[in-house]
């Protein structure tokens, strides 16, 4: 149930309002738009407050919800959400490029690729400290050593850091080095560690389940927000189909549904959603295009050879480069803005392997 106010109330009004409902034993999540405050109730209210909040001086309106996700929901936030980190916002009109390996590996390349994410143009560099594994063999991470390591690059080059936690005893530790934490596929029902991510204001990137729907998606993105957090990203990733030829379908479709159905930013990953290097590019602008708030993109000097992980769908640094040149110019066609300071075309020069 929500609580629409009129237009333009005291924000005394709003309190007597939310005192009300908490009179009645139920939460409120208070939501102020550009001139109206919507004010979500949480919890089994008796039926009787709904008719009671609509008496009340300052109630325009009391709308049920029937949706399961609530705070997640449009209807609670009209208004599109946006995550300010250290000055680079998050949703809306903005397009925010985060770039970087699948893995931190060692000092020197973490530090060289945060220098490239930042000549191209990107504003988060990317990359794994911990790495959920399919096979226990494969390589998972350099732990807490590759945290630090990430961090230091993304400072000394001007950029946020975004990596993934997989557990909640990781969580703090991980909030300590890292601008946003991520959540994986594997882990958008991990509840317990999406309880704990509530309880902190660190922002929150949320992966899409590969096998889950719509609402489920918004579910686990309503437990952060029920905790209390209310930094999460919503994060497109591809879906397990039938069919082989790529690593996921990148689901475009999740891109404007979501949009409708949440106030969330949206952002894309079409490098496990494609999985092949030479898909990367054409699903970014297809993103963006889509009307993705933002892109995550893997990005290694020497993918195809030195890289730890997901090297088949790293870009070079060249063609990162590239693709952001041409992100600038369809940016403001589909109303995103997207313009950052950007190196010399001869930085990369070296890197080109084509």
């Not at 850091?161 to 959540?183: H, K, N, R, S």
């Not at 209390?228 to 397990?240: A, F, Q, T, Y």
Request: charged share 25%; with cysteine; net charge negative.
């Amino acid at each position: 149930m929500i609580v629409v106010t009129k237009a333009n109330i005291a924000d005394t009004v709003i309190d007597e309002i939310v005192a009300q409902i908490e009179k009645a034993g139920v939460e409120a999540h208070v939501s102020k738009g550009t001139d109206r405050t919507v004010i979500g109730i949480i919890g089994s209210a008796s039926p009787t407050l709904a008719e009671h909040l609509r008496q009340m001086k300052g109630v325009e309106n009391v709308v049920k919800i029937s949706k399961s996700y609530k705070l997640a929901s449009r209807d609670f936030h009209p208004d599109d959400t946006i995550i300010d980190i250290k000055g680079v916002k998050i949703g809306g009109e903005n397009l925010v490029i985060m770039g970087g390996p699948c893995a931190v590996e060692n000092p020197e390349q973490i530090d060289e690729i945060a220098r490239l994410v930042k000549a191209a143009g990107g504003q988060v560099l990317r990359g794994g400290a911990f790495k959920p594994r399919t096979g226990p063999y494969s390589f998972q991470g350099v732990g807490v050593e590759g945290l630090k390591m990430m961090a230091e690059a993304g400072e000394k080059h001007g950029l946020l850091t975004i990596t993934e936690v997989m557990t909640p005893e990781y969580v703090d530790i991980c909030a300590e080095y890292a601008d946003i934490l991520q959540v994986g596929t594997r882990n958008m029902q991990n509840f317990d560690l999406l309880r704990k991510l509530g309880t902190i204001k660190t922002p929150v990137l949320l992966k899409r389940g590969f096998s889950s729907t719509y609402d489920e998606f918004l579910n686990a993105a309503e437990y952060i927000l029920a905790g209390g957090n209310p930094n999460v990203m919503l994060c497109e990733r591809g879906i397990r189909t039938f069919e082989t030829y790529t690593r996921n379908t990148l689901d475009l479709t999740a891109v404007p549904v979501l949009q409708s159905l949440s106030h969330l930013p949206v952002i894309s990953d079409p490098s496990h959603g494609t999985g092949r290097r030479e898909l990367v590019e054409p699903m970014c602008k297809a993103s963006v295009a889509a009307g993705a708030n933002g892109l995550i993109v893997e990005m290694h000097t020497d993918p195809d050879n030195s890289a730890t992980g997901d090297g088949v769908q790293s870009l070079f640094p060249d063609q990162f480069a590239n693709l952001l040149k041409d992100l600038e110019k369809l940016a403001p066609l589909v109303g995103k803005r997207f313009d950052t300071e950007k190196a010399p075309a001869d930085a990369f020069l070296k890197w080109n392997k084509f």
